[in-house]
């Protein structure tokens, strides 16, 4: 099955500098990779996703790459402010799967003012 | 407003007792998702259900079963409960054919 792999587990940084967390992935099958955003207490929610037709996508202060290659992919918060500190956690998903995806172990982001 | 919602959102029990956790979504969606959230392990699948009468077994199910009686419901049940499955549950839901998973509130469990 999938095995993803997420780094770094924890991640501070100070306000306005940039963050990056990265994944790997196993399973050469897999074209749909989310990212969710967790806040202290709160569901995780859907921030951005790519699908392996792309390599690059953005929103606003936050992008994400993809490297179907190396199978790795990046999520890039530019600007981060404290409201962008939570726990953000990437998965994979294969469609021959049916979209079950698994998830990596999260990174706890926290930014100080 | 559409929506998916768990229940209850607390919940104390003791080892041994029978728990069931209820997720209800008001979508439509014919795919729905159990998971556990520990710290350290991220979210792990306990089962999934990808329409009526159709239920499977996750990454975690020991322990715990789900049936689906109808497309809004996916009852969650913890046959006799260890502390082992103190944790945060979430239930998530899909529509068909289409990728974004969108998750419940949560629901906290402890097992004494």
């Known amino acids: 099955g999938e095995n993803v792999e997420q780094h770094p587990s924890t991640l501070s940084v100070q306000e306005g500098d940039s963050a990056v967390i990265k994944c790997t992935y196993s399973d050469s099958a897999s074209n749909y990779f989310p990212w969710y955003k967790q806040e202290l207490g709160k569901r995780p929610q859907l921030i951005i996703d790519?699908?392996?037709?792309?390599g690059e996508k953005k929103d606003q202060r936050i992008a994400v790459t993809l490297n179907k290659t190396a199978k790795h992919f990046s999520l890039h918060i530019t600007e981060t402010q404290p409201e962008d500190s939570a726990v953000y956690f990437c998965a994979a998903c294969a469609s021959g799967g049916s979209y079950i995806p698994t998830f990596g172990r999260g990174t706890s982001l926290i930014v100080h003012p | 407003d559409a929506e998916i919602t768990q229940s209850p959102r607390h919940k104390i029990t003791e080892t041994g007792r029978q728990v069931t956790l209820a997720c209800h979504q008001t979508w439509n969606h014919n795919n729905m998702f159990w998971y556990r959230q520990d710290l350290g392990h991220g979210l792990r699948l306990i089962h999934y259900?990808?329409?009526?009468?159709?239920?499977n077994k996750g990454e975690v199910s020991d322990g715990y079963s789900v049936s689906r009686s109808n497309t809004e419901d996916l009852p969650l049940t913890l046959e006799s409960a260890a502390s082992s499955q103190t944790s945060v549950y979430f239930c998530?839901?899909?529509?068909?054919?289409?990728?974004?998973?969108?998750f419940g509130p949560g629901t906290r469990l402890l097992v004494l």
């Open positions: 790519i699908r392996s037709n792309v």
């Open positions: 259900s990808y329409g009526v009468h159709d239920t």
């Open positions: 998530a839901s899909r529509r068909t054919a289409e990728e974004t998973q969108y």
